[in-house]
Every structure is written in structure tokens, then in C-alpha cells.
Nanobody, 114 residues
Framework: QVQPVESGGGLVQPGGSLRLSCAVS????????MAWYRQAPGKQRDLVAR???????NYADSVKGRFTISRDNAKNTVYLQMNSLKLEDTAVYYC????????WGQGTQVTVSS
């Protein structure tokens, strides 16, 4: 069972950048597609970006051109570079396999505020 540990969140002004990291254990990382998800207060958890085992990427329309997902199989880590952050990007960000499993990590809070 995947055991993710997300980090890198914080408070940032609109237009700013953050880089999220997710260290993964419990699976053979290189064999799994991975993804970042986010959940804003009062809303469902949504897919933000995903990356295949080959490195192919796909993004939600709301983050295209601003976010970049990447992975380092040697470090069992998936990253999310977030640029040009907007107020509506405020959420708890989670990583998991794609499609996701039955359990989630603690996530990392991203707050975009002026």
C-alpha cells in the first residue's frame, strides 16, 4: 500500500511559486503512475496532474501552463512545481497513485493569499 509523505506547502502571495514534494514508500514506485490531487474546503478531492511510468504528463485545465509534475524514480519522489499561483489554488494537496488507492497521506496545505 502506498505511503506518501507530502511536503513543501505554505503561504504564498498570488503570482508566487511553490514546489511540492512527495516521498513514496510501500510500492515499487517506478511501476506506478503517480498523481497530485487537491481538496479545497467544502469541495471534493480533484485530480490536478498525473505522470505515467514513462513520464507522460496530463493536467487539469485549471492548472495547465502553470503547474509541472515530475518524478525521480531513483528517489521514489514525485514533485509538483506550481507557478503563477492563484487564490483558487488554495487547498490541501495530496499525492497518490493514479488511479488513487484507498488511503491518503496527510497532505500539505497550500494557501494563496495577499
Amino acid at each position: 500500500q502506498v505511503q506518501p509523505v507530502e511536503s513543501g506547502g505554505g503561504l504564498v502571495q498570488p503570482g508566487g511559486s511553490l514546489r511540492l514534494s512527495c516521498a513514496v514508500s510501500g510500492i515499487i514506485f517506478s511501476l506506478y503512475a503517480m498523481a497530485w490531487y487537491r481538496q479545497a474546503p467544502g469541495k471534493q478531492r480533484d485530480l490536478v496532474a498525473r505522470i505515467s511510468t514513462y513520464g507522460n504528463t496530463n493536467y487539469a485545465d485549471s492548472v495547465k501552463g502553470r503547474f509541472t509534475i515530475s518524478r525521480d524514480n531513483a528517489k521514489n519522489t514525485v514533485y509538483l512545481q506550481m507557478n503563477s499561483l492563484k487564490l483558487e489554488d488554495t487547498a490541501v494537496y495530496y499525492c497518490d497513485t493514479y488511479p488513487p488507492g484507498d488511503s491518503w497521506g496527510q497532505g500539505t496545505q497550500v494557501t494563496v493569499s495577499s
